[in-house]
C-alpha cells in the first residue's frame, strides 16, 4: 500500500514532460519552417531582380522589383492605407517610397532590426542579384540564449542570370 502512495502522480508528471518536449520541438520546427519559407521568398525576390535588370529596367525599378517579390518575407505592414499586398505591391511598383507602401523589414528602425537587402552585379553579360534578410533570427532571442544560438543564419539567395537587354536594348 505504502508504494501505491508515492506512485499516485507519477503518469501526470510524466505526461507533463513529454507535453512540454513536443510543444518545443512544435515551435522549434514552425521557426524552421518559417526561416526556409523567408529564404524561398529571398530567392524569388533575386530573380525577380535579375529579371527586372535583364530586361532593362533601371536600378531604382530592380529595387522596387525584388521588394514586391519578397512581401511575403519582409514583416509587417507599414502602409499609411490599410490594402492587401497586392493593392500594395501595384502600388509601389508605380509610385516607389512616394505610395505609401512600407514593411518592417524594408526600412529598419533600430541597428539590430532585420533588413532586406538587394545588391549584385547588374552589368556584363552576366548578372548577379542578391537578396538577404540580415538580423533575421530563426528562433526568438530567449530560445537563442536556451539553445546557446550566437550567430543565427540570414536567409539570403543569389541568382545568375544571362542579361538580354544587351540584346535587345542596342543604340
Given at each position: ?19 512540454c ?12 519552417w ?34 514586391v ?9 507599414r ?11 501595384k ?15 524594408w526600412?529598419?528602425?533600430n541597428?539590430g ?34 539553445f ?24
Open positions: 500500500m505504502g508504494k501505491k502512495r508515492f506512485c499516485r502522480g507519477v503518469s501526470l508528471v510524466e505526461s507533463m514532460f513529454a507535453i518536449i513536443m510543444c518545443l520541438l512544435f515551435f522549434a520546427l514552425l521557426q524552421i518559417y526561416w526556409c519559407n523567408s529564404r524561398l521568398f529571398c530567392r524569388y525576390g533575386a530573380y525577380y531582380a535579375a529579371k527586372a535588370k535583364s530586361t532593362g529596367f533601371n536600378n531604382h525599378m530592380v529595387l522596387r522589383a525584388a521588394r517579390a519578397s512581401i511575403p518575407a519582409s514583416g509587417r505592414s502602409s499609411t492605407h490599410r490594402r492587401d499586398s497586392i493593392d500594395d505591391a502600388a509601389y511598383m508605380v509610385h516607389g517610397d512616394g505610395s505609401g507602401v512600407s514593411y518592417q523589414y526600412h529598419p528602425t541597428a532590426d532585420p533588413e532586406l537587402q538587394v545588391s549584385g552585379k547588374f552589368d556584363g553579360p552576366e548578372l548577379h542579384a542578391r537578396v538577404k534578410i540580415r538580423f533575421m533570427t530563426m528562433l526568438s532571442s530567449s530560445f537563442n540564449k536556451i546557446g544560438i550566437t550567430d543565427p543564419p540570414d536567409p539570403q539567395a543569389v541568382v545568375k542570370m544571362y542579361n538580354y537587354s544587351d540584346t535587345y536594348l542596342e543604340d
